[in-house]
């Protein structure tokens, strides 16, 4: 873990960054108070950063669940009893990852989680605009296309345009400038400018542009365009941020409703996150799925009892670090550590960082997961991939995450059953000679009653006075309702002229009496 910190010191401080508005935005979106996005952040950071299996994930408070929150809060009668459900939604984790349902990551197809990842470069760019011109009025982390602000993705980008705010566009695109530079040019220039990261010096920049235009009249960034970290005035104060569960609410039925919908949703999201990160990490390591679930259980149990928004691990700050040259999970952990560090000691100065400028690091962190090249490549690859890949696109954008890859899993899923539909069977003409068709007809591996409509449809096709020879030597599965097609066309064979000669490793039967009894003999025998 210790070996690769001139990595991971950077990447983390990056990850630092751009969590940093994302964990506030996120807590105002969702309805709750701002510190407890921070709270999420730090201990998805060192908790489950620790505890976790991945070496490149990073974890914190998710922009998919900021609607679930919203509504819960006013449905379970205020905060506090919510954490109760955060709580239990964090020990409900624990039963899934104990119950290996960690598998289910899986049986995404590749196409949609490369899917996802564009969509969500896309909606990072597209939600990043209106903040990189000094239009606030959407928090960070509200990923949604209908925000909470009653706009939508793209109105919010036009009704930027009437509020554009000098100061805050230019420091954005010097920032931006800063950022180009450094990862097109002085990246690779020697070990100073890899281990002082461009983020690092643009949010500087940002920095000292607010102190010394903050008395223009033209330039100055007005205090609803910075950074808003709350800030405690003692020690009292600090400790009167957190929140904890009202335990008295634990027999109420919505508070489980609400604990499952969270473990349910925030499971998902982490394991659609780490096929997704495990995708983009260049040294291809594995994340263990069941103990990613154990580690995000526990996060979620700690930051529920401590008055924190619930937990996933997160695309954007996962790639992020991916894209800094995070090599192991001490960038994450560092990530968290410089949260807490942050909050505690330098809140004034965090509260000088123009949204702008974090706007301008969240474009090329979009930029970088939505090249325009990946949409090239996925449509050499096929219509079978860049279907699925283009609708979880769509998806993504125009709903959110979750319906995105729903979509894309489900035109993936009829994908699928076309090429069953086609692949069930395979034909081949022998011989037309002395009047008599000769066709064998080898059946697949394994058939299903997908493929009922392409077998039934090559029978009826059969002319009359054909020789046909089925061969089910390579079947190892087939289904009783294509096991009962055979046996009614049976019936149409001797009508048509038509003798079967079966094939299998049982040996070989002419025109089978009963197709029921033969495969039923087959399969104990099996």
């Known amino acids: 873990m210790f070996k690769h910190l001139k990595s991971d010191i950077p990447a983390s401080i990056v990850v630092f960054f751009v969590a940093l508005p994302l964990c506030l935005g996120i807590a105002l979106a969702s309805g709750a108070p701002l510190f407890s996005g921070v709270i999420a952040g730090i201990i998805g950071g060192i908790v489950v950063g620790a505890l976790s299996g991945s070496k490149i994930g990073v974890s914190g408070p998710a922009a998919g669940l900021a609607a679930i929150v919203l509504t819960s809060i006013g449905a379970l009668g205020g905060y506090e009893n919510f954490l109760v459900a955060v709580v239990l939604g964090g020990v409900i984790q624990l039963l899934f990852g104990v119950l290996r349902a960690g598998i289910i990551g899986y049986y995404f197809p590749s196409s949609v989680i490369k899917g996802m990842l564009t969509g969500i470069g896309i909606i990072i760019i597209l939600k990043q605009i209106p903040h990189f011109f000094g239009y606030d009025a959407d928090p960070e982390g509200d990923f949604a296309f209908f925000q909470i602000d009653g706009e939508n993705t793209f109105s919010e980008i036009i009704n930027s345009v009437n509020f554009i705010s000098l100061g805050a566009t230019l420091i954005a695109i010097l920032g931006l400038g800063i950022l180009l530079l450094w990862d097109k040019v002085l990246g690779n220039k020697g070990k100073i400018f890899q281990l002082i990261q461009g983020p690092l010096v643009a949010v500087a920049a940002g920095i000292i542009f607010y102190i010394i235009t903050k008395d223009s009249e033209t330039l100055a960034i007005s205090q609803d365009h910075l950074v808003s970290v709350p800030i405690p005035e003692d020690l009292s104060s600090f400790l009167g941020q957190f929140s904890f569960p009202n335990f008295s609410a634990i027999l109420d039925s919505n508070v489980w409703v609400t604990a499952f919908t969270i473990a349910l949703v925030a499971s998902l999201e982490t394991l659609l996150c780490v096929e997704a990160t495990d995708k983009l990490d260049p040294e291809k390591n594995v994340t263990p799925t069941n103990r990613e679930l154990l580690a995000q259980g526990t996060g979620n149990i700690i930051s529920g009892m401590i008055g924190g928004l619930p937990i996933t691990q997160v695309i954007v700050r996962s790639s992020a670090n991916i894209q800094s040259g995070g090599k192991t999970k001490m960038a994450a952990i560092i990530h968290g550590f410089l949260l807490l560090i942050s909050v505690i000691l330098i809140p004034r100065l965090l509260n000088m960082i123009p949204l702008s400028v974090l706007a301008s690091i969240l474009l090329l962190v979009g930029y970088k997961l939505a090249k325009p090249s990946l949409f090239m490549k996925m449509y050499k690859m096929g219509w079978k991939q860049f279907v699925p890949f283009c609708v979880t696109v769509v998806g993504i954008v125009f709903t959110d995450l979750l319906v995105g890859i729903g979509l894309g899993l489900l035109v993936g899923i009829v994908v ?39 077998i039934l449809k090559e029978l009826d096709r059969l002319p009359e006075d054909t020789y046909l020879t089925l061969d089910v030597r390579k079947t190892r599965y087939l289904d009783n309702d294509i096991i009962e097609i055979l046996e009614d066309f049976s019936d149409k064979a001797k009508n048509r002229h038509i003798d079967i000669k079966l094939i299998s490793e049982l ?20």
Do not use: C, W
Request: aromatic share 12%; hydrophobic share 35%.
């Open 507 to 526: 040996g070989v039967v002419e025109n089978p009496d009963s197709y029921i009894q033969f495969f039923s003999l087959r399969s104990k025998s099996s």
């Open 416 to 454: 699928i059953l076309i090429k069953s539909y086609q692949n069930s069977h395979f034909l081949h003409i022998e011989d037309k000679s002395n009047g008599k068709h000769r066709i064998v007809m080898t059946l697949a591996e394994e058939v299903t009653f997908f493929n009922k409509g392409a």
